[in-house]
């Protein structure tokens, strides 16, 4: 069964992380999405390393709140950190004090501290333990798709629809897979002047 967007067409010409994402979903749900890149180096999202920690301490309250909690409470009062732009602005030399806290404590007894103290928390997770997880496998949340190399393992669409489903037809293509398909069939081109915009660089 076709996706609720099959039938719409979206151009993509964002670079990093959420407007990806968001087409992403957005074909997931059947629309086709033309994503334009460099012809070079791809959307720069492609160069980043997995989002696995995040060093900003929330807000001040919280901050204070962690620090009384572990029995650091001049940290909560120290210039340097008492509000969130100073801690961004000295987070080199937060950062070790931070670690040598954290390392005091094993991750299922900080969930349970700072959750009674309302500081917001959760495990940092490999990624056998996140598709290991009850809520992720009731939600089938891992799919594999085919490629000419074999099976490629993604992460589903979490939107849900019971009576148009989502369905996956493609993985995620390599910088430059459908330029030519895009360029034939959408802006007529014939073989020669994809070769000539290719040998120029516009296009890979």
Known sequence: MAGPLTGLRVLDLSRVMAG??????????????????HPL?????????????????????????FCEAVGR?????????????????????????????TQSRTSHEWIEMLGAISVPCGPIQNIAQVFDDPQVQARNMQI???TNTGAV???????????????????????GED??????????????????LRQKGVVK
């Not at 990806?20 to 890149?37: R, S, Y």
């Not at 393992?153 to 910088?175: C, D, F, M, Q, W």
């Not at 330029?179 to 000539?196: F, M, P």
Request: net charge negative; with cysteine.
């Open 20 to 37: 990806p994402w968001c087409t992403q979903i957005l074909a997931d749900m059947g629309a086709e999405v033309i994503k334009i890149e």
């Open 41 to 65: 180096l791809g959307d720069d999202t492609r160069h980043w390393v997995p989002f696995w920690l995040k060093d900003k301490e929330g807000n001040d309250g919280q901050f204070k709140r």
């Open 73 to 101: 409470p001049e940290l909560a009062v120290d210039p340097r950190f008492s509000t969130n732009p100073e801690r961004v602005k000295h987070r080199l030399e937060l950062i070790p004090l931070m670690v040598q806290i």
């Open 144 to 146: 594999e798709l085919e």
């Open 153 to 175: 393992p993604g992460v589903a669409n979490p939107i849900k629809y019971s009576r148009t489903p989502l369905e996956y037809h493609k993985p995620p293509p390599r910088l």
């Open 179 to 196: 330029t030519d398909s895009v360029l034939e069939r959408l802006l007529h081109k014939g073989a020669g002047e994809i070769s000539n």
